[in-house]
């Protein structure tokens, strides 16, 4: 909020720069961080609220608010305790969850709170607390049915959009999967910013249930329908410190999945030198926590370790990952064929978890569906219901990588490519990103385009060339004897 | 910095809100953080500055500024490996501390940053190079003498106020104390708030110098010489989120004395229950941080451990704390006794530790130079030197806080006093604040009057007075037998 400095309010409540004030409005009341005005861009008497405030706090022209100084946040205190090494207790969690859900927490405060439990580690007892809570300030879906099915990734993949391709072919067998997804954490995609490429994600809640009553499944942003919504306050501002901790992760993960109502839960980590998990020990452990969670709240969880030594798929970003998407829905002969077969794979897992078919027999029947046309006819069906299918935009600045020498490519590093593609404007530049055309052990010619580099415009696209500059080994080659 | 959204470079740019930006002008160059404005607030063409970035990176009226995306900070990956465990290394300190001094962290990474180093804590090694840095980015003094002395205290008791009288007994012996103090970080006065209501403290270093040449010590501001200024902003942010490492509390008083060029330092830890340090194991282990690095730098230290049960003198606040040092200096006889024995302690401290006197004789030498009136001329002395000497200022709001009931005062909260205090406003309204009128162990009536509560709004007084209904028991008392 903004407000002059020779206010009344301002003076007589004593705010200064950066005070945390209590906004109270007939309609709702807020807290905000107060920005001090000098000069005559308010009025006397007036004060300024930022949109995001605006739209929490007032529903009409010109209203009429009372501001005082914020009450002291009282779970900042186990915060504190926590950052100097204690365990929080399952009502220290509930307490934190609660302000943060109210918006009485600064970033710096949730900053504060992700970096210490990323630091310290959180308990099982810890993570099991903050899901139930996460869980417990959002809507839950209920869907009236015995089995409902899900599947995640927990990223960290460039590429590895798999979800709509195995959405489309378990809800095609008649299976129940109400699909919920995020936006992007760190990385230059999620799904639901793949979706919304191709159709509209932001569904409320009745317009979600209308699409899988019809179609049996669903691909909808989850943020719009209120699931875990402190969750993604705190994937902005772990998304601003680039950071993503095991605990954070499995709350994160869990709290959507038991929101939404899923009963079987089908979790895909990839493993790789430079993916998000980076070897078979972090995988087991990541998958014991998340098994050992689930339990705790009556899921059905099966856990894929998958290959996670490359990206997947051609395309990193938005519209370029909806690209690869279609071709393999398709079946298109240049389709990506690591993104066919790490899907197939996926939704082959789904349909045994939830015994729509044998043990060993969900591979077979997942190819089936999809080579029969079946599934694309199902994708198709729900993205119409979910507002209108439409072609993935294509991005108006491009430049190619060419390769300066000839020889065999040798590792690719999946973190740095993520980091161009974001550079280049990926995820909030939807067209924007890299499309990958070199993989581990492909032999290449000098002046053969190795990738090509995508953005919006001029400015992205220069900025992520003078990363790659610096970073020309993101790529490495080795030469014949 | 402020841009509209339909700017041109916003758009080429591809700047969203909160997008990092990297501006030149023909003058600086600096980062800033963007909110996109709607609306008429801003003309086409024109960016808007906060004043701080103004002051940074224009120095004339409508100036030309480029504007792109903010390079990648290289050194916030060390900082994530810290948040996942790894030490850091010298190298990577130096590349942080001098991002940060650049200002190319946000609060939040800081926030990240801060909270990795207290939750994981730090080697030896990082807090020798994290002071070496810190040092390092700002001036540094030198004296032509062989001997410059110094106190500090590590703060957490209120009211704890010593240093003015220390600096006064020290230098009236001839002994060089030029002491550069801080601002509040976690408490309601720091000394340079509470000395800025009694002198000036904002000088230059050669108006300190000037100070120091003619009297033998000064009192000032520590961030206006420029003086370990990375400390400056960390502090900041620590202040924001309440909380205070070890390894950051050694590593931010001993960049500031090597900067200062000071030879032998006695550093007073309060120890008690509700004080910075609870325990005397922890105090030990302080103590033994401090000593060490020190020894890095040819620093000589000398650790005091003192009573940290309950605040020292009567008031809290910077105008209520500089009214018990002038009762002290005055030797008036209503002078709170625990404040002025600290003071000839330390100062007794510092006169054997530089050998001005024999070990054993340092209590009565400072004693005597107090009594005899000669240090109370010193100070009046140097704060006339600093811009002229003048009567703090006295509060426009008091409320006074009775015992409902008779009884022996058992316990006092420093903490939640302190924090009181600061709801009450200080130290930024500096005659806010709290004049505590019992100490332990004093018998008490009903209806006799234990603080009284000082404001300069009556926002602020009533802020403070609720913070008491729902703290009541922050002085607790036994009733007889």
Chains 1, 2 share one sequence.
Not at 79 to 108: M, P, Q, S
Not at 270 to 296: F, Y
Not at 304 to 316: W, Y
């Amino acid at each position: 909020m903004y407000m002059r400095s020779d206010c009344d309010v301002c003076r007589s409540e004593g705010f200064t720069a950066h005070s945390r004030v209590l906004i109270e409005t007939d309609e709702a009341s807020g807290l905000a961080t107060l920005n001090v005005v000098r000069g005559e861009l308010l009025k006397p008497g007036e004060a300024g609220l930022s949109e995001s405030a605006w739209e929490r706090l007032a529903n009409r022209p010109r209203p009429t608010a009372r501001f005082s100084h914020a009450p002291t946040v009282a779970s900042l205190r186990p915060v504190r305790a926590k950052i100097h090494g204690r365990t929080l207790e399952a009502e220290d969690i509930a307490a934190i969850v609660n302000d943060i859900a109210a918006g009485r927490y600064t970033d710096v405060e949730i900053a504060a709170l992700l970096t210490a439990c990323t630091s310290a580690g959180m308990t099982m007892r810890e993570v099991v607390a903050l899901t139930h809570e996460m869980v417990a300030v959002g809507e839950r879906l209920h869907w009236d049915r015995e089995v409902v099915a899900d599947k995640h990734c927990v990223g960290g993949l460039p590429g590895n959009r798999t979800t709509p391709i195995v959405v489309a072919i378990v809800a095609a067998r008649g299976v129940c999967i109400p699909k919920t997804s995020s936006r992007a954490i760190t990385s230059p995609a999620g799904t639901a910013d793949t979706v919304a490429t191709m159709a509209p994600v932001n569904l409320d809640l009745s317009a979600m249930r209308n699409v899988v009553d019809r179609h049996g499944g669903c691909l909808v942003w989850g943020g719009s329908v209120q699931l875990s919504p402190v969750d993604d306050t705190l994937i902005r501002v772990e998304r601003a410190l680039d950071i993503d901790s095991e605990a954070q992760l499995v709350a994160s993960i869990l709290s959507k999945k038991v929101a939404a109502g899923s009963t079987h839960v089908v979790i895909d980590i990839p493993v790789g030198p430079s993916a998000k998990v980076r070897d078979p020990i972090a995988a087991s452990a990541l998958s014991r926590l998340l098994t050992q969670v689930a339990r705790e709240f009556g899921l059905e969880l099966r856990v894929v370790l998958t290959d996670g030594s490359q990206p997947v798929g051609r395309g990193i970003g938005p519209a370029l990952e909806a690209r690869d998407v279609l071709a393999v829905m398709r079946c298109d002969a240049d389709a990506p064929e690591d993104l066919r077969r790490r899907a197939v794979t996926l939704a082959g897992e789904v349909l045994e978890a939830v015994a729509h078919c044998p043990r060993g027999a969900g591979g077979a029947l997942a190819e089936e569906t999809l080579q029969s046309g079946i599934a694309w006819r199902k994708l198709q069906a729900i993205l119409e219901a979910q507002g209108g299918m439409r072609e993935p935009p294509v991005s108006g600045h491009r430049w190619d990588f060419l390769a300066s020498a000839g020889g065999t490519i040798s590792a690719i590093d999946n973190r740095r490519l993520a980091r161009a593609a974001k550079l280049a404007g990926a995820p909030s530049s939807p067209a924007a990103g890299i499309r990958l055309l070199a993989r581990l052990g492909d032999e290449v010619q000098v002046g053969q385009t190795l990738f090509e580099l995508h953005a919006e415009t001029p400015g992205e696209l220069a900025y992520a060339r003078s990363f790659f500059d610096a970073n020309r080994d993101l790529l490495r080659m080795t030469t014949g004897p």
